[in-house]
């Protein structure tokens, strides 16, 4: 059974600095990973998917790598903003899974102005 | 807006009432699925139904009763709920393609659910 873990679970961080979200998963045969963002009490925001044979994809200044091997994802913002505040999901597809996500626990980002 | 619309977006329920929580896309997607989340818990996959018909059911208790009438609606009946039932229940919907192409899922604001 998959599972998926995300480090660290919470971060408070001051304007404009870079920030690494990392997401551990424990079964490597993964069909492809997103991330989400989840602001407070409302649905979920896809903001890139990973196929399994590509090692990063970009979005404004969003960067999310994948190391399938290693059972690894990272989500990289750049310059980060007040309105980046938000909790940020990774959920890997599984091979023998169809179209069922597995989520992680996810990181609640504070960006303070 | 992501296109996927649900209803109540709020709702207090006793644990004897019926109750059912609606959802509706309108991506053209070809499947669509519920999600529950709990505090302190990730995000779980409850059902999941593609081309209409129920491909999962994730352990989930018989009080809880999905319906998927057409392509486009999906609907979860509840009935004698639990006050640990309580959570946000979120609707998501995707175009799946042959067997092995899975998009990305688009998720509606989700139901926050209180059972008394």
């Known amino acids: 059974k998959q599972e998926v873990t995300q480090i660290p679970a919470a971060l408070s961080v001051p304007e404009g600095e870079n920030l690494v979200l990392n997401c551990s998963f424990t079964?490597?045969?993964?069909?492809?990973l997103q991330w989400f963002r989840q602001d407070p009490g409302k649905g979920l925001t896809s903001l890139l998917l990973?196929?399994?044979?590509?090692r990063e994809q970009t979005s404004g200044r969003l960067n999310a790598s994948l190391d399938k091997s290693s059972g690894r994802s990272t989500l990289y913002i750049a310059a980060s903003q007040p309105g980046d505040s938000a909790t940020y999901l990774c959920?890997?597809?599984?091979?023998?899974?169809?179209?069922?996500?597995?989520f992680g626990g996810g990181t609640r980002l504070m960006v303070k102005p | 807006e992501t296109g996927v619309t649900q209803t109540p977006r709020h709702l207090v329920m006793g644990m004897t009432n019926k109750k059912s929580l609606k959802c509706e896309q309108h991506?053209?997607?070809?499947?669509m699925y519920w999600y529950k989340q709990s505090a302190k818990k990730p995000l779980e996959l409850m059902f999941v139904?593609?081309?209409?018909?129920?491909?999962e059911n994730n352990s989930v208790p018989s009080r809880f009763s999905p319906e998927c009438p057409n392509s486009s609606h999906l609907f979860l009946h509840l009935h004698t709920l639990q006050p640990e039932d309580s959570a946000l229940y979120l609707c998501?919907?995707?175009?799946?393609?042959?067997?092995?192409?899975?998009?990305?899922?688009?998720f509606g604001p989700g139901t926050r659910l209180l059972v008394l």
């Open positions: 998501a919907s995707s175009q799946v393609t042959g067997t092995s192409g899975w998009e990305t899922q688009y």
């Open positions: 079964d490597s045969a993964i069909y492809n």
């Open positions: 990973i196929q399994s044979s590509q």
């Open positions: 959920a890997p597809t599984n091979n023998n899974a169809g179209n069922m996500l597995t």
């Open positions: 991506l053209g997607h070809n499947a």
């Open positions: 139904y593609n081309f209409k018909e129920q491909t």
